[in-house]
């Protein structure tokens, strides 16, 4: 079994003649929950995207489980096995909560999908009393789940998340994150971009410390936990 | 009272191709929010197919109604294709000016290779009035309102109940996540523009039944007052369409029948302004949300 999941290397991103991601090259490895942490702006969505293929890079390669994927269009991606929980959740609002976790399984064939949304209702019953009501009148945290429901419809294989945890109280970002331990003993290879840092890191194997497009850092967990410069501008002194 | 009744029938039935027609502006609006200003011109495109096929070809009407829809559904796809998807990071304007200008681009092509004067489109549905309750209505009418009514029903249920209709549903949303959970947005886009130019096939064909003359031009009028219809019922609303369809059809039945059908086309566009003013959303549309 192959041991590299996702490897980005040396990739630039530019949003007109704004050069987003300078240079950035990491990579994630089968089981690992890698952590990417960065301040407002630092380019943690950007690199997601880039990933997902929604955005393109002008330089280097991505490559997912040994496959260069930097030039597929983003059905193919998520098709592979690579699928993200975007930023602020984006569920569809006007749809229903099943209907939004159908959408997760556009990839799939029927019978599939209808083993996805078995598994991703035991995992989330609440999503399940709420399947028939509308996206739009779900709680913030309702629609964290079905966000990420929706995302694990396509049975990943690596999953990407974009601050999970914004906007939800402290209850229930302690819910997410012992969501994505689970989905991540389940087998499922995680890697979770993050703003509350000390959340992300007591939970990762590996951290990345993005700045302004570059990666400034990289360690594992347990060393960013402790590093004096990561402390004081991540985890609040 | 019969009266009444007919007026009523009327609006109903030039109501319904509205809505027809209607429903391709709206559909097209939701997905890639453009007024696209081209659709009412495949109906001319549609009514030239029929003639072209019956008088030209000499074959009979099926094939005719057939062939009709069929040329509609391709060219909607094709103009997308050519002119709508390589501008679809462009400013909004630029996408806007590129279907006015298909309009006229077709307009004048079938000017050139048709001719400027109309063409006869031979009776492509034919049969003996209906009769219900002692009055009588003309088959054509009967037809148009029957065929409407159940097409918007097969819509409403390719939209609600369909993978592709939810695909549509989604891509009309938010794009860029629709995108994330595997939904080909090419696809499903030119599949949009598929469907809507089917409809205006067969409002094509239903106002051929009712008006047998195919003209360079006689997509430009209609065109304008569904695209009405579209903004009164809400535009990027599939209800909406539909609703505004029959409201633009009976207020012209209504003018018509108080004496002052030389306003017709006025209150139409009366109606426009009216709506523009006071509630831009239309009937059932929802507040616009800006995508990102
Ligand atoms: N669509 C865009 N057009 C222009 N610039 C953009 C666009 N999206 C992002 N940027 C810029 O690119 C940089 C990186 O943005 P990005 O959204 O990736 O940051 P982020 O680390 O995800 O921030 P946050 O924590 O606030 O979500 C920022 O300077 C941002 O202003
Ligand atoms: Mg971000």
């Known amino acids: 079994m192959l041991k590299t999941m996702l490897k980005v290397n040396d990739i630039n991103v530019y949003y007109g003649s704004i050069h987003a991601i300078k240079g950035v090259s990491f990579s994630v490895e089968r089981g690992e929950i890698v952590t990417l942490i960065g301040a407002n702006g630092a380019g943690k969505s950007t690199i997601l995207n880039t990933v997902s293929g929604l955005l393109r890079s002008k330089t ?60 991703v209702y035991m995992r989330f019953p609440r999503l399940k009393e709420r399947r028939k009501q509308i996206a739009g009148t779900l709680s913030g945290g309702e629609q964290q789940m079905l966000a990420m429901g929706r995302a694990l419809m396509s049975k990943p294989e690596l999953l990407m998340l974009d601050e999970p945890s914004m906007g939800l109280a402290p209850i229930l970002v302690e819910q997410i994150f012992e969501i994505i331990k689970e989905l991540n003993a389940a087998g499922v290879t995680i890697l979770l971009v993050e703003q509350n840092a000390q959340m992300a890191l007591s939970i990762a194997d590996r ?11 990289s360690a594992s967990a347990s060393e960013l936990l402790n590093n004096d410069a990561v402390k004081k501008a991540y985890l609040g002194g | 009272m019969s009266l009444v009744i007919s007026q009523l029938i009327n609006g109903l039935q030039s109501g319904s191709i509205y809505a027809l027609v209607a429903l391709g502006y709206s559909m097209v609006y939701g ?55 390589p501008l679809r990071s462009s400013p909004r304007l630029s996408l806007l000016i590129t279907a006015i200008g298909i309009s006229f681009l077709l307009e004048n092509l079938a000017q050139r290779v048709f001719g400027a004067g109309a063409q006869k489109v031979p009776a492509l549905i034919s049969g003996p009035a209906i009769e219900i309750g002692g009055q009588r209505f003309s088959f054509i009418a009967m037809v148009t309102i029957v065929v409407s009514v159940v ?18 549903r ?57 695209f009405v219809a579209a903004v009164l019922g809400g535009i990027g609303s599939i209800p909406g369409a539909m609703l505004g369809g029959f409201c ?18 006025g209150v139409v566009f009366a109606i426009l302004i009216v709506v523009l003013v006071v509630k831009p959303t239309g009937i059932l549309g929802r507040a616009i949300r800006e995508k990102v």
């Open chain 1, 60 to 119: 280097g390669s991505v490559s997912f489980l040994d496959k260069p994927i930097g030039s597929l269009v983003p059905h193919k991606i998520v098709a592979g096995g690579l699928a993200q929980v975007p930023e602020g959740r984006r569920v569809f609002l006007n749809m229903t909560a099943e209907e939004n976790l159908e959408m997760g399984a556009f990839t799939r064939k029927g019978a599939e999908a209808a083993e996805s949304l078995a598994d």
């Open chain 1, 207 to 217: 951290g990345y410390v993005l700045e302004t497009g570059r990666i400034a850092t």
């Open chain 2, 31 to 85: 997905i890639i929010m453009l007024l696209n200003f081209a659709h009412g011109d495949i109906i001319m495109v549609g009514a030239y197919a029929a003639w072209f096929v019956m008088v030209r070809l000499s074959l009979n009407p099926v094939l005719a109604i057939i062939l009709a829809i069929l040329a509609c559904t391709v060219l909607g796809v094709v103009i997308e294709k050519v002119a709508y998807t």
């Open chain 2, 151 to 168: 097409s918007m029903a097969l819509l409403t249920f390719l939209v609600r109940k369909t993978k592709m209709g939810k695909a549509m």
């Open chain 2, 170 to 226: 989604a891509v009309s949303e938010d794009m860029g996540t629709a995108q994330l959970m595997g939904i080909n947005v090419n696809l499903t886009i030119s599949f949009t523009f598929a469907v809507g130019s089917a409809l205006a096939g067969i409002g094509s064909i239903l106002y051929s039944c009712a008006y047998p003359q195919a003209s360079p031009t006689m997509g430009a009028m209609l065109g304008l007052k569904a």
């Open chain 2, 248 to 265: 633009i059809g009976l207020a012209e039945a209504i003018v018509s029948a108080v004496g002052l059908s030389v306003w017709k086309d």
